[in-house]
C-alpha cells in the first residue's frame, strides 16, 4: 500500500507543481507591476493626495457658503458683572439662547483679503419673576477684511500650487517608469539566476562525466593523481555552485513574486528575443527631458518658494498693517414682527499698523535669512541645472555603449563556448592538460 501511494505521488507530484507556475514575459511583468506592485499603490497615493490638495487650493478661490447655529446655549448661574459705575457685581443669569447665521465669503486674489456677506438671527429667553424674550437681527452686513496689505498670499499661491500639481504629475508619471525599470531588474535577475543554475547544472553533468573519465585514465596509469584530485576539486565546486546558485534562484523568484504580487514562486521566465536598439540623439534627449523631466517644474518651484518667504519677510517685519471694514443693518427689541423695520446702521472700519523700533535687529535678520536662503537657492538650482544636462548626457552614451558591449559580448560568448568545447576534447584524448580545461571553463562560465 505504502509503495503504491509512493508511486501515484511521484507520478502526480511534477504535474502539480507544473500547473502552479507562472508564465510570464517581461511586457507582462511591466503591466502587473505597474498595476500590482507596491511601488504602484505608494505613488498612486501621492499622486492623489496632490491632486485633492490642488483641488484645494482651486476651491479656496470660489465662494464658500456657511452655516452657524447655537442650538441651544442654556446658562443657569451666577456671574460676575461690571456694572455702569464701573463697578463688579454678581448676578444670577438664566437663560436660554438660540442663535443662526448664514455667511458667504469670497477671497480676493487681486488684494489678498477677503470678502464676506454675513446675516444672523439670535433669540434670548431670561427666565425669572418675569419671564423676557429678546431678539437680534442682521438682515445683511458686508465684511472685509485684509491681515496684511504688503504681502499678498493668494497671489503666491497661484504662482506656486499650479506648479506643485504639474510637478506632482509628472513625478507620478516618473515613477511609473521607474517601476518598469525596477521590474526588467527583477526579471533579468530572477532569469539570470535560472539560466546561472541551468549553467551550473549542465557543468556538473560535464564534471562528473570528465572525473568519471579521470579515474580510468588514472587506474591505467595515463595521469598523475595530482591531476585526478583537481579533477575531484573541481567537481566538488561544481556542486557547491549547483548549491548557491539554487539559493539565488529562491531568492530572486521570491523577490519577484512579492514584487508582483503572484501567488507562486514557481515563475517561468522567457528570455526576449529582441532588444530595441536604437540611437538616441543628445540634443532630443536634453530638450525632451526639459519638456517632460519634473526637475525641471521643480527648480521653478523651489525659487519661488524662497521669493514668496523673502516677500513675506518683508511684509511683515518692517511696517505691519491690518485693514477690516464692516458696513450693514441691524436691529432688535422684544416684538419679533417689528424687527424688520427701521433697521439701524452698522459701520465699522479699522486700520492697524505696526512698527519695530527697538527689536535687537530680529526683523533685519529675519530678512536676511531669506534673502541668504534665496541666493542658496538660486546657486543650488544652477549646479542641479548642470548636473541635469550631465546626467542625460551620460545616460545618452551610456546607452551607445551597451548597444555596442552586446554585440561584443555575444560574439566573445561564442567563442568561449567553442574554445571550451575544443578544448574538452582534447583533453579527453590526452591532448591538454586539466589546468587548460580548468582556464577554458572558467572563461565560458563568466561570458554566459
Known amino acids: 500500500m505504502n509503495k503504491l501511494f509512493i508511486i501515484i505521488l511521484v507520478g502526480i507530484l511534477p504535474s502539480v507543481i507544473f500547473s502552479q ?75 436660554l439662547l438660540l ?7 469670497q477671497n480676493i486674489p487681486l488684494t489678498g483679503g477677503t470678502l464676506s456677506l454675513y446675516s444672523n438671527l439670535e433669540k434670548v429667553d431670561l427666565f425669572g419673576n418675569n419671564d423676557i424674550t429678546n431678539y437680534s437681527v442682521v438682515p445683511f452686513s458686508i465684511r472685509y477684511n485684509q491681515s ?25 508619471i516618473e515613477k511609473m517608469e521607474a517601476i518598469s525599470i525596477n521590474t526588467c531588474r527583477r526579471y533579468f535577475s530572477l532569469l539570470k539566476a535560472q539560466m546561472q543554475l ?53 531568492r530572486t523568484s521570491q523577490n519577484m513574486a512579492r514584487y508582483l504580487e503572484l501567488e507562486t514562486e514557481d515563475i517561468e521566465l522567457k528570455v526576449p528575443e529582441e532588444l530595441a536598439l536604437f540611437e538616441v540623439d543628445v540634443n532630443k534627449a536634453i530638450d525632451e527631458a526639459q519638456s517632460n523631466r519634473k526637475a525641471v517644474i521643480e527648480f521653478r518651484r523651489l525659487r519661488l518658494q524662497s521669493e514668496n518667504n523673502l516677500a513675506r519677510a518683508k ?40 512698527i519695530p523700533i527697538f527689536d535687537w535687529g530680529v526683523s533685519k535678520s529675519e530678512r536676511k535669512m531669506a534673502e541668504a536662503n534665496l541666493d542658496l537657492t538660486n546657486n543650488d538650482i544652477e549646479q542641479d541645472k548642470q548636473e541635469f544636462e550631465q546626467e542625460i548626457y551620460l545616460h545618452v552614451l551610456n546607452w551607445s555603449s551597451k548597444r555596442d558591449f552586446l554585440v561584443t559580448a555575444q560574439k566573445a560568448k561564442e567563442i568561449a563556448e567553442k574554445s571550451y568545447d575544443i578544448t574538452k576534447k582534447r583533453y579527453v584524448l590526452g591532448k591538454v592538460t586539466i589546468t587548460d580545461l580548468n582556464i577554458s571553463q572558467e572563461k565560458k562560465t563568466k561570458l554566459l
Open 21 to 95: 507556475s507562472k508564465k510570464i514575459t517581461l511586457s507582462e511583468a511591466i503591466k502587473i507591476a505597474q498595476k500590482e506592485s507596491p511601488d504602484y499603490k505608494r505613488n498612486l497615493n501621492t499622486n492623489q493626495a496632490s491632486y485633492w490638495r490642488y483641488k484645494n487650493y482651486k476651491a479656496r478661490f470660489l465662494p464658500q457658503l456657511r452655516l452657524e447655529a447655537t442650538l441651544p446655549e442654556f446658562s443657569n448661574s451666577v456671574r460676575r458683572q461690571t456694572n455702569d459705575a464701573g463697578q463688579d457685581v454678581f448676578v444670577n443669569q438664566n437663560q
Open 99 to 105: 442663535a443662526g447665521g448664514l455667511s458667504l465669503s
Open 148 to 172: 496684511s496689505l504688503f504681502y499678498n498670499r493668494f497671489k503666491w499661491d497661484k504662482k506656486i500650487e499650479p506648479l506643485i500639481y504639474e510637478e506632482s504629475k509628472r513625478d507620478f
Open 198 to 250: 541551468n549553467i551550473a547544472e549542465k557543468n556538473l553533468s560535464n564534471q562528473d562525466t570528465l572525473y568519471q573519465i579521470s579515474q580510468g585514465r588514472y587506474k591505467m596509469g595515463k595521469i598523475a593523481e595530482n591531476e585526478l584530485l583537481q579533477m575531484e576539486l573541481s567537481l566538488l565546486n561544481s556542486r557547491n555552485n549547483v548549491t548557491s546558485n539554487t539559493i539565488e534562484l529562491k
Open 315 to 354: 511684509g511683515s517685519n518692517r511696517l505691519e498693517m491690518n485693514l477690516s471694514a464692516n458696513i450693514g443693518i441691524s436691529q432688535f427689541g422684544n416684538d419679533f414682527d417689528n424687527l424688520f423695520n427701521n433697521y439701524n446702521k452698522q459701520q465699522y472700519v479699522s486700520l492697524r499698523f505696526g
